[in-house]
């Protein structure tokens, strides 16, 4: 299937030839590794938070590189966290989470990849709408507008459409898609409606998470903390 793919992206050209052929193999490398270390890792809520807090420095270097090659990539560390931090500190203190390794790192991976996503996708939207539509900012200063205010106006919209992906899943969730946490509930013994409560509350988890990314990238970008200095905060 790797090589297929591989075959796919190089025949139509898409440009990522070698790229998916990496993210295949390390894939393998890294859930190999995981299988190896997890058994360990859950058996400690301690053991567990330091795993969840190398997720997310991982997810920080990979959505901030994706946003820009400068120094600025450490400031996705900023939408990342926010997203995240605060709706799995209410999870667990609701007791909708259990405080177990078991159940925090694979809620805690799939908020932290939804906010990875999120970063990534409204971020890279942003910096090249400002890009491409930097005469606009200029007119913007112009007329007055703040620095933060102009670029913002330009980006906002474009950044937004990050959010689609993670919309389009919670709206054909169960008629389009099975989720895998509602598949593994239900290959666990849970019941359907056991198996549906908690897919509902990870989508709807989920969503907050990636909004409120979404709403720090945009805030960083607008203050040019994301990209070098200049006419709207492009160079």
Do not use: K, N, Y
């Not at 997890?38 to 969840?52: D, E, K, N, P, R």
């Not at 906010?115 to 200063?141: N, P």
């Not at 990636?210 to 200095?229: F, I, Y």
């Amino acid at each position: 299937m790797l090589a297929g793919a591989v075959a796919v992206a190089g025949r139509g050209r898409l440009g990522h030839g070698r790229a998916v052929l990496r993210a295949g193999l390390r894939a393998a490398l890294q859930l190999g590794v995981v299988a190896l270390v997890i058994a360990w890792v859950v058996g400690s809520l301690w053991t567990s938070a330091a795993f969840v807090l190398l997720m997310l420095a991982v997810a920080v270097r990979t959505a901030g590189r994706r946003i820009t090659a400068g120094p600025g990539w450490v400031w996705a560390a900023v939408p990342i966290g926010v997203g995240v931090l605060p709706v799995l500190a209410l999870l667990l203190g609701s007791g909708l989470l259990p405080r177990q390794g078991i159940s925090v790192i694979p809620v805690a991976g799939i908020l932290i990849g939804g906010a990875l996503s999120a970063t990534s996708l409204s971020g890279r939207r942003a910096l090249d709408e400002l890009r491409t539509r930097r005469g606009e900012v200029e007119a913007a200063l112009a007329l007055g507008f703040e620095d933060r205010d102009a670029r913002l106006e330009i980006c906002r919209t474009a950044a937004a459409t990050s959010l689609v992906p993670a919309l389009d899943q919670t709206r054909t969730v169960g008629l389009v898609t099975l989720p895998g946490a509602f598949v593994g509930m239900l290959l666990g013994g849970a019941t359907p409606v056991q198996a549906g409560a908690v897919q509902l509350f990870v989508l709807v988890a989920l969503l907050l998470v990636e909004a409120v990314a979404v709403v720090a990238v945009l805030e960083l970008v607008g203050r040019g903390r994301m990209a070098p200095e200049g006419p709207g905060g492009v160079g």
